[in-house]
């Protein structure tokens, strides 16, 4: 199906090295920060092996040979050098987790502003919970590959590189027969790691399906009790939990075997350190504070090893995590102002769709060959069924999509030649769903001019017949809406959404179904307020309701993306057409949602629409 | 996700009692695992011992050289010891952990499915989901990670410091002088981190709302050409973010080093004491080469200790948060005194049945009327009237407060839950469908094997086989996310399926006007009335002809019965159900009317 690429893969299973490239680019563009970081992480890994040496000095300096004031310099060298690790640690944590923060910041950011550019087209494709986790998850992801993750590789290889060295100062054959262990360990981290790694995939997998479960029974319980499926749902569900537990429980045994593994082979090189190493110390040639060390030094070998698969685990899942954002970064926007593109100050004038054909997928047009002329003061109805084209001439004429083929020309210049923001701001829309953002009623308005005052989005609610209802609010104009407005109604919503496109004084509206769900006696308020503010500019209104079509100076009948008739009511009911059947139809609707008891309409008229809750 | 709500969530004891309660059955391979870790912290000490025997014993004097072998073997051997303690530790943890975890799912699934509607009607989904799963994955950490960690870090301390005490009291007492002011670091420490986390988290929060509200409102956006005042939004709590994360930071790269300087002080002293015991004789240089390699498993684990604390803590409170589901009251389906071996005829019969739910009184009054077997029962009246609160009277959904409900004569309440719900059959007007296939959502509701010609059969008379064909996978076609999108029409019409399948002797319909065009809605209306045969129905009715054709008519206000009776017999009289209808007959008029005024250029006043 479609839906496989918005899948959540989290696993690569080949990587790609550029992905990882520009990963480690997006963290050495802080040079600063990035270098300083990993250069203090090699020098506390150095500095773990000294003190390890100066645990040898403490043996075969003082107290074999008895001398306990070589102490006091030890000693002081023990402080002056945990001092400095201290101050190391602090370092490469501050400045490894501040480039952290910074590339999640950037990252967002960047994903955020290009968001803001891309076309519709991407947002048609493109499933809104997949952007969702690109900015919000992803980021943390990356970051901690290319800081913490970085941090640790360059820890565990510091850490191994000086205690080699260090093995290989004090006695290189006893140092080399240490080090015959570690290709034994590389090989068993290898191997568990690709175990282990595969069954945490599983248990996230099994997890998601647990989750699922959980979802579905619980919106859907009201079915589940009516058709008394309880038992078998529970015969399924612990189907699942069954696989969760195998899949978990393999999962940590795994690993809690591959810990031991590792020490194993440690003991390993342990024993050969007793066993070669004591028995040149009985013949004097290894002094007992070198054994020491070496021991020190093979404890200090295997810890990176035992994080391997975790490292490992963590790194594919980063880089599967930053392709999928750099992809969204990369995304172009398929609509763009051309060079030179002109900002006019006003878009009075005609609006003209010149063999106008638009398709989201090749082959099936939902507009075409579609042509009209508007003319200043016009206004424009677009009737039709559902799904026949209405909406999508709105978008055109917003220029959230191009035209395919034809032109749209608004004052005399093909609209491609203006830019987008010229465009957008000139024009007002108050969209089918009304959508409102968190925040308070003023500040929503308000999102249609920035620069308005109080005063004159009191004026635009007036107009749009919503300052009726906002001033019976406790708080008025201060109400705060609720994420997505979910405190108002519909119908409130609607109103707000309506003064937020008066308040542009657009010169081209463009109403789409903008007061279905306002009741009849305020829509026709509206329409009084709405006919001073149009004069000498252009509306188009999509909508059902005959009320409103009927006010429309011309009225356009859209079906399968064409024009099958236009005029005036009058005319387009003599014809006897399609008009006359989709006005007779609406006729009868509208009648029988008057006897649906249902409607807030209905002739109890007991329900109201939803009334803000009082705080 | 934003709002934190200040919640109860039971004192301490309280909560270890209910891990306690949860941990029955995994008691004894928990208790095996805890001792697993003392094994394996012995045999680590034991290394450090025979290495200091090593010194002592075998490089001090020739002539014992011969022992380096085996005392390499035995290194080997404890080191083995020590892994197969650390295994079987770990192995059962995991046994245990995912033991409990596993029980608590499929309980609070079990629960979940058998809580009665008042607790679903009133507790958010998202928040029940969160209990579930989160809250179940912090359980199984608790016993997986956090307890099993407390005890290995407790271990390694109690079998280090007895080889120390046992080594030399004096210096293992001196070198355990800072681990309580570590440990008392450690928990202040990550009790405020766990602070900071929190806020960190929730500025998470504020972002995925604002790009959230964004995405969803694109085109309020772009329409407004407001992608810079967004940006600049967004780009404050951004930086928020960063503020946050950086204080976070702060916290941690400070905490690390100075445990270090700490922990740092405690080795120094140890080892200089030590040194100088050994030069003066007190110790062996064995026992002090011993002594330094176990001082460190005493000192540096104790750090952890605070994260694993508090992240345990944390696991308390999510073990009281699933605790809190699994004490609601199941509903029982199977109490009842009656049940009928003979088929129900289905008659039903309200008399003065009054139903109040969560402190509202009167959602239904003095409800009375009865029902012949077979006949159908149309309800009528406004939203919030009482049409849904009656039918789920019959389930037994929710219980009746007053008056009594006679089905076949006997007592609702006398009728088991599972019986009942057998018997009754439901068709919403935009039916849940299962992420499932086609085929088992029409089987859904059927215990026994349906053979696929029954199955066609069912879909064709619910008028949806063809349907059903023109898909990718036919019957085995996904439903939901994965799969395809069913309209509203569609999703109703497998309903019917499921419920012709199920041959229910009771029937619920809800028949709102959806938006299908008017050839499927006479699809839809064929295959309900095939499904209606024979059976006692309950219709929500929108629909006119719904109403005609019903045997009783109940007009609902209020949650009272305002008028009832046969179509006939209420347009007999005056009153409520008359205006409506007389409103109806009159619509062919107007339009007629109207096409005169209009065709004639007179734009009337036509609509009131």
């Given at each position: 199906m479609a839906m496989d690429q918005w899948e959540e893969e989290d696993f690569q299973e080949s990587w790609d090295a550029g992905t990882l490239r520009r990963m480690i680019g997006l963290a050495a563009r802080r040079k600063l920060w990035f270098f300083g970081f990993l250069a203090t992480v090699a020098l506390v890994a150095l500095s773990d092996s000294v003190f390890t040496y100066l645990k040898k000095m403490v043996i075969d300096e003082s107290i074999t040979p008895g001398h306990p004031e070589s102490l006091y310099w030890i000693g002081g060298l023990f402080i002056v050098l945990s001092v400095l690790q201290a101050a190391g640690v602090f370092t490469f944590i501050y400045l490894a987790g501040l480039l952290g923060e910074r590339i999640q910041y950037d990252l967002r950011r960047s994903m955020f502003t290009r968001l803001q550019e891309l076309s519709f087209s991407y947002f048609d494709r493109t499933p809104v919970g997949w952007i969702m986790?690109?900015?919000?998850?992803?980021?943390?992801?990356?970051?901690?590959?290319?800081?913490?993750?970085?941090?640790?590789?360059?820890?565990?290889?510091?850490?191994?590189?000086?205690?080699?060295?260090?093995?290989?100062?004090?006695?290189?054959?006893?140092?080399?027969?240490?080090f015959l262990t570690i290709p034994v360990l590389v090989f068993a981290g290898a191997f568990f790691k690709q175990r282990i790694i595969r069954q945490y995939r599983k248990v996230r997998r099994v997890n998601s399906k647990i989750t699922a479960s959980f979802n579905e029974t619980i919106t859907g319980v009201r079915v589940i009790k009516a058709l008394g499926r309880e038992e078998r749902n529970l015969r399924e569900f612990r189907g699942r939990t069954d696989e969760?537990?195998?899949?978990?429980?393999?999962?940590?045994?795994?690993?809690?075997?591959?810990?031991?593994?590792?020490?194993?082979?440690?003991?390993?090189?342990?024993?050969?350190?007793?066993?070669?190493?004591?028995?040149?110390?009985?013949?004097?040639?290894?002094?007992?504070?070198?054994?020491?060390?070496?021991?020190?030094?093979?404890?200090?070998?295997?810890?990176?090893?035992?994080?391997?698969?975790?490292?490992?685990?963590?790194?594919?899942?980063?880089?599967?995590?930053?392709?999928?954002?750099?992809?969204?970064?990369?995304?172009?926007?398929?609509?763009?102002?051309?060079?030179?593109?002109?900002?006019?100050?006003?878009?009075?004038?005609?609006?003209?769709?010149?063999?106008?054909?638009?398709?989201?997928?090749?082959?099936?047009?939902?507009?075409?060959?579609?042509?009209?002329?508007?003319?200043?003061?016009?206004?424009?109805?677009?009737?039709?069924?559902?799904?026949?084209?209405?909406?999508?001439?709105?978008?055109?004429?917003?220029?959230?999509?191009?035209?395919?083929?034809?032109?749209?020309?608004?004052?005399?210049?093909?609209?491609?030649?203006?830019?987008?923001?010229?465009?957008?701001?000139?024009?007002?829309?108050?969209?089918?769903?009304?959508h409102l953002f968190s925040g308070t009623i003023r500040e929503n308005i308000r999102y249609g001019r920035l620069d308005a005052g109080d005063d004159e989005i009191a004026d635009a609610a007036r107009v749009a017949g919503a300052d009726e209802f906002i001033r019976t609010l406790e708080k008025g104009y201060d109400t705060e809406v609720g994420q997505g407005g979910n405190r108002l109604s519909t119908g409130q919503k609607q109103l707000i959404s309506l003064a937020r496109a008066v308040l542009v004084q657009p010169d081209i509206l463009i109403m789409d179904e903008a007061t279905s769900s306002v009741d009849t006696v305020t829509e026709a308020l509206i329409q009084r307020g709405m006919g001073t503010l149009m004069n000498g500019r252009i509306s188009f209104v999509i909508a059902h309701r005959l009320s409103t079509i009927r006010r429309a100076s011309r009225i356009v009948v859209v079906e399968d993306g064409r024009i099958c008739e236009q005029g005036t009511h009058a005319e387009l009911l003599c014809v006897r057409g399609k008009y006359y059947r989709l006005y007779t139809q609406q006729f009868r609707m509208e009648r029988m949602r008057e006897i649906d008891l249902g409607t807030e309409h209905g002739l109890l008229g007991t329900t109201d629409p939803s009334p803000i809750p009082s705080p | 996700m934003a709002e934190k709500q200040a919640e109860k969530t039971g004192s301490v004891g309280e909560r270890l009692s209910i891990l306690w309660r949860y941990s029955a059955g995994f008691r004894g391979l928990y208790l095996f695992a805890m001792f697993a870790q003392a094994g394996a912290s012995a045999?680590?000490?034991?290394?450090?011992?025979?290495?200091?025997?090593?010194?002592?014993?075998?490089?001090?004097?020739?002539?014992?050289?011969?022992?380096?072998?085996?005392?390499?073997?035995?290194?080997?051997?404890?080191?083995?010891?020590?892994?197969?303690?650390?295994?079987?530790?770990?192995?059962?943890?995991?046994?245990?952990?995912?033991?409990?975890?596993?029980?608590?799912?499929?309980?609070?699934?079990?629960?979940?499915?058998?809580?009665?509607?008042?607790?679903?009607?009133?507790?958010?989904?998202?928040?029940?989901?969160?209990?579930?799963?989160?809250?179940?994955?912090?359980?199984?950490?608790?016993?997986?990670?956090?307890?099993?960690?407390?005890?290995?870090i407790g271990m390694m301390f109690l079998v280090n410091l007895t080889a120390l005490l046992f080594l030399n009291p004096k210096l293992g007492l001196a070198s355990i002088l800072v681990v309580p002011f570590i440990v008392a670091v450690s928990i202040?420490?990550?009790?405020?981190?766990?602070?900071?986390?929190?806020?960190?988290?929730?500025?998470?929060?504020?972002?995925?709302?604002?790009?959230?509200?964004?995405?969803?409102?694109?085109?309020?956006?772009?329409?407004?050409?407001?992608?810079?005042?967004?940006?600049?939004?967004?780009?404050?709590?951004?930086?928020?973010?960063?503020?946050?994360?950086?204080?976070?930071?702060?916290?941690?790269?400070?905490?690390?080093?100075?445990?270090?300087?700490?922990c740092a002080a405690q080795v120094l002293a140890g080892f200089t004491l030590g040194a100088v015991m050994a030069i003066q004789g007190e110790i062996t240089l064995g026992q002090y080469i011993a002594y330094t390699g176990m001082v460190v498993y005493l000192i540096w684990p104790m750090r952890d200790l605070g994260r694993l604390v508090v992240h345990a803590s944390n696991g308390l409170v999510s073990a009281y948060r699933t605790t809190e589901i699994l004490r609601q009251p199941k509903e029982d389906l199977d109490a009842g005194t009656v049940s009928p071996s003979n088929t129900l005829r289905g008659e039903v019969e309200f008399r003065g049945v009054g139903f109040e739910y969560r402190g509202q009184s009167h959602i239904l009054q003095d409800i009375s009327f009865r029902c012949a077997p077979g006949r159908a029962v149309a309800l009528l009246g406004p939203t919030g009237s009482g049409k849904t609160s009656l039918v789920n009277l019959l389930p037994r959904f929710h219980e009746y407060t007053s008056g009594r409900v006679l089905l076949d004569g006997v007592e609702l309440r006398e009728y088991s839950k599972r019986y009942l719900r057998r018997q009754i059959g439901i068709v919403e007007q935009e039916p849940f469908l299962f992420s499932r296939t086609i085929r088992e959502n029409i089987v859904y509701g059927v215990e026994r094997e349906v053979g696929d010609s029954e199955v066609v059969e069912a879909a064709q008379a619910a008028a949806i086989h063809e349907v059903i064909l023109g898909l990718p996978d036919g019957y085995r076609t996904m439903v939901g996310e994965k799969g395809v999108t069913l309209?509203?029409?569609?999703?109703?019409?497998?309903?019917?399926?499921?419920?012709?399948?199920?041959?229910?002797?009771?029937?619920?319909?809800?028949?709102?006007?959806?938006?299908?065009?008017?050839?499927?809605?006479?699809?839809?209306?064929?295959?309900?009335?095939?499904?209606?045969?024979?059976?006692?129905?309950?219709?929500?009715?929108?629909?006119?002809?719904?109403?005609?054709?019903?045997?009783?008519?109940?007009?609902?206000?209020?949650?009272?019965?305002?008028?009832?009776?046969?179509?006939?017999?209420?347009?007999?009289?005056?009153?409520?159900?008359?205006?409506?209808?007389?409103?109806?007959?009159?619509?062919?008029?107007?339009v007629e009317g109207a096409l005169a005024a209009e065709a004639g250029g007179q734009a009337g006043p036509l609509v009131a």
């Open positions: 986790s690109r900015v919000t998850s992803d980021p943390s992801k990356v970051a901690d590959l290319v800081t913490w993750g970085l941090l640790d590789s360059t820890w565990a290889a510091m850490s191994i590189i000086s205690a080699m060295a260090f093995m290989l100062y004090l006695k290189w054959d006893l140092g080399i027969l240490v969760m537990y195998q899949a978990g429980f393999r999962a940590a045994w795994l690993s809690a075997l591959f810990l031991p593994i590792v020490q194993g082979i440690g003991a390993v090189a342990l024993a050969t350190v007793a066993w070669f190493g004591g028995a040149q110390a009985v013949q004097g040639a290894v002094s007992i504070g070198t054994i020491q060390a070496f021991i020190g030094y093979v404890t200090f070998m295997l810890w990176p090893v035992q994080d391997l698969a975790r490292v490992f685990s963590e790194m594919q899942h980063a880089i599967a995590s930053a392709e999928r954002s750099f992809s969204l970064v990369d995304s172009h926007p398929e609509i763009v102002d051309r060079p030179g593109a002109l900002a006019p100050e006003s878009l009075r004038g005609e609006v003209v769709f010149d063999q106008v054909s638009f398709w989201y997928k090749e082959g099936e047009p939902v507009i075409e060959d579609f042509s009209l002329r508007v003319s200043e003061n016009e206004s424009i109805a677009l009737v039709g069924p559902t799904g026949g084209g209405k909406t999508t001439i709105a978008s055109l004429l917003c220029r959230f999509y191009e035209p395919r083929r034809g032109v749209i020309r608004i004052a005399g210049r093909d609209y491609t030649t203006l830019t987008q923001r010229a465009i957008q701001s000139r024009i007002g829309v108050v969209l089918q769903t009304p | 045999a680590k000490t034991g290394t450090f011992y025979l290495l200091g025997f090593l010194v002592d014993r075998v490089v001090g004097q020739t002539v014992l050289a011969g022992f380096l072998p085996i005392l390499a073997a035995g290194i080997i051997g404890l080191a083995l010891a020590e892994g197969l303690f650390s295994f079987l530790s770990g192995r059962s943890t995991a046994g245990a952990s995912e033991g409990v975890a596993r029980r608590l799912r499929n309980t609070l699934y079990d629960h979940i499915q058998h809580l009665p509607f008042s607790y679903h009607d009133r507790m958010p989904t998202g928040e029940l989901i969160q209990r579930s799963t989160s809250d179940v994955d912090a359980v199984r950490r608790f016993f997986a990670d956090q307890a099993i960690g407390v005890v290995r202040f420490f990550f009790r405020r981190v766990s602070k900071v986390y929190d806020e960190y988290q929730d500025q998470d929060a504020v972002l995925s709302t604002i790009l959230q509200e964004n995405l969803a409102g694109v085109r309020v956006v772009r329409a407004f050409a407001q992608q810079g005042f967004e940006t600049a939004k967004f780009e404050k709590e951004n930086t928020e973010k960063f503020r946050r994360g950086r204080a976070l930071l702060l916290m941690h790269a400070l905490f690390w080093p100075s445990t270090d300087i700490l309209s509203g029409g569609q999703r109703q019409r497998i309903a019917i399926a499921r419920a012709l399948l199920k041959d229910p002797r009771l029937l619920i319909l809800d028949d709102s006007t959806s938006s299908v065009d008017s050839e499927t809605e006479a699809e839809i209306r064929q295959a309900l009335e095939r499904l209606m045969q024979g059976r006692t129905t309950f219709i929500i009715a929108h629909r006119v002809q719904s109403v005609m054709r019903a045997d009783l008519i109940l007009v609902l206000d209020k949650g009272r019965i305002i008028q009832s009776g046969t179509h006939a017999e209420l347009m007999e009289r005056e009153g409520f159900y008359r205006r409506i209808f007389s409103l109806q007959s009159r619509i062919e008029e107007e």
